[in-house]
């Protein structure tokens, strides 16, 4: 069964300093993974999406991540955080085998300081 | 593209009252997903729709609710006999058989059940 573990619920960082949300994945298949990310009173927005074409996944927004198969990991990092980078974010996977339905991670929720 | 539209975007009830969401999807996705979400944690799906075709169910929805997509287009969820623990945010997603598991998600409908 697939499921995505989300290392830490809360990450705290200075404006302009790097960012790094940590996720763990487990499937039995190939997965596909997703990070989603919500602003508050705002719907969730498609950040980045891993499908096996290439390990390194750049997103929107300066974000981009990692899919390590040897670690399980597919971990979101941005170099320079900015106040607007405020929200939580969502690693998920989707389950294979027909209609993609989305495992989400409890979330993570990112606060940028001044 | 307008997007995945929900309507009503806030809803307060009494339990023991129904409701009725609506779900618009973007115009010619074929699939059609509703998640819940509740405080803190991640969305959580509970039902998928291939065209007007109803193909799964989570476990999570009880006898009480019921979801149809009558032409294959918007999309409704009813919840009966409301419970507190109905409290949620309601997000429904759309995607096209042809895009893969993209799925793009709407703003939500929050339901507070008194």
């Known amino acids: 069964a697939q499921s995505v573990t989300q290392l830490d619920s809360h990450v705290s960082v200075s404006e302009g300093t790097p960012v790094l949300l940590r996720c763990n994945y487990s499937?039995?298949?190939?997965?596909?993974l997703f990070w989603y990310v919500q602003h508050p009173n705002k719907g969730l927005q498609l950040l980045l999406k891993?499908?096996?074409?290439?390990?390194l996944v750049k997103g929107i927004n300066g974000f981009e991540a990692e899919f390590k198969k040897s670690e399980t990991s597919f971990h979101l990092t941005k170099p320079s955080a900015h106040m607007s980078d405020a929200a939580e974010y969502f690693c998920?996977?989707?389950?294979?085998?027909?209609?993609?339905?989305?495992?989400f991670g409890a979330g993570t929720r990112l606060a940028v300081h001044p | 593209d307008t997007g995945v539209s929900q309507n009503p975007r806030h809803k307060i009830t009494k339990r023991g009252q129904n409701v009725t969401f609506r779900c618009d999807p973007i115009?010619?996705?074929?699939?059609l997903y509703w998640y819940r979400q509740t405080l803190g944690q991640g969305p959580e799906f509970l039902t998928y729709?291939?065209?007007?075709?109803?193909?799964?169910k989570s476990r999570l929805l009880s006898d009480r609710f019921s979801a149809e997509r009558p032409k294959g287009s918007f999309s409704t969820l009813e919840i009966q006999r409301t419970e507190q623990g109905d409290s949620a945010m309601y997000l429904c997603?759309?995607?096209?058989?042809?895009?893969?598991?993209?799925?793009?998600f709407g703003p939500g409908t929050r339901l507070t059940v008194l």
């Open positions: 891993y499908t096996s074409a290439a390990t």
């Open positions: 499937s039995s298949y190939s997965p596909s």
């Open positions: 115009s010619e996705h074929n699939r």
């Open positions: 997603a759309s995607s096209l058989i042809a895009g893969g598991d993209t799925q793009y």
């Open positions: 729709f291939q065209n007007e075709a109803q193909l799964e």
């Open positions: 998920v996977v989707s389950v294979s085998g027909g209609y993609n339905k989305l495992i």
